[in-house]
């Protein structure tokens, strides 16, 4: 077990977050650690919106490109990967927690079978409206059409025929998906989410921008890190 202090951001898909936390890594010189559940997926990347191979590299990522889209995945499987991970990051250096994946955020600040003490931790919630939200997915979507979703699709299951039940819960992946639907999914993952963020935490909702990030952190942070 490693504790670290790290500074945490969650939010729905398309509420900027990774962007947001991209440029305080780079003001901070830190790592980042991603807590997004379709992430951990080899090959899986314009689908996923997954960070560009030049960034990953440039914060030294955790979380990413951990196993095959045939191979179940769990919480637990993602905190020992974010366990080993930490272990390889100097303790100077600062570490930025990011993601939409409200489970794995429970599983850093409770770990897999404590219950939560009352009230749930609290940390910062990106805060956008759904009409926005919506209009992100939609463009986003445009981009990853363009930069050939269908064809990464077509490779993905020309290599793994056969998908693990948690890969195959991933948007845009499915045979048949129509852009449409993918719209509709999308929309209704970014609803879900919010929802967990509102009730399973308690959220400090800062708006869309790396000052008011900052200044939650300045304010509530860092926060004390359990690495199982």
Do not use: N
């Not at 926005?132 to 290599?159: N, P, Q, S, W, Y």
């Not at 499915?174 to 929802?195: P, V, W």
């Amino acid at each position: 077990m490693i504790e670290r202090d790290a500074y945490l951001l969650a939010g729905p898909t398309a509420s900027g977050k990774s962007a947001i936390a991209a440029e305080l890594a780079r003001r901070l010189g830190a790592r980042i650690l991603s807590a997004d559940s379709m992430l951990v997926y080899r090959g899986m990347d314009i689908g996923t919106a997954k960070p560009p191979p030049e960034e990953i590299a440039e914060f030294g990522m955790g979380g990413v490109d951990i196993v095959t889209p045939a191979e179940e995945f769990s919480s637990g499987a993602w905190l020992r990967a974010a366990a080993r991970w930490i272990a390889g990051v100097p303790a100077a250096t600062p570490v930025i927690v990011v993601g939409g994946t409200g489970l794995y955020f429970s599983a850093l600040l409770r770990g897999l079978d404590r219950k939560w003490v009352e009230p749930p931790p609290e940390y910062p919630v990106v805060k956008i409206d759904r009409a926005t939200v919506r209009e992100r997915i939609r463009a986003r979507l445009d981009d990853m059409f363009m930069a050939g979703l269908e064809e990464e699709k077509r490779r993905l299951h020309e290599l793994y025929p056969v998908w693990s039940r948690t890969a195959s819960l991933a948007i845009g992946y499915r045979e048949g998906d129509s852009r449409e639907k993918i719209l509709t999914r999308t929309c209704q993952l970014a609803k879900r989410q919010d929802t967990w963020f509102r009730h399973q935490a308690s959220a400090l909702y800062v708006e869309p921008s790396a000052e008011a990030v900052m200044k939650c952190w300045r304010e509530k942070g860092p926060w004390k890190i359990r690495f199982e």
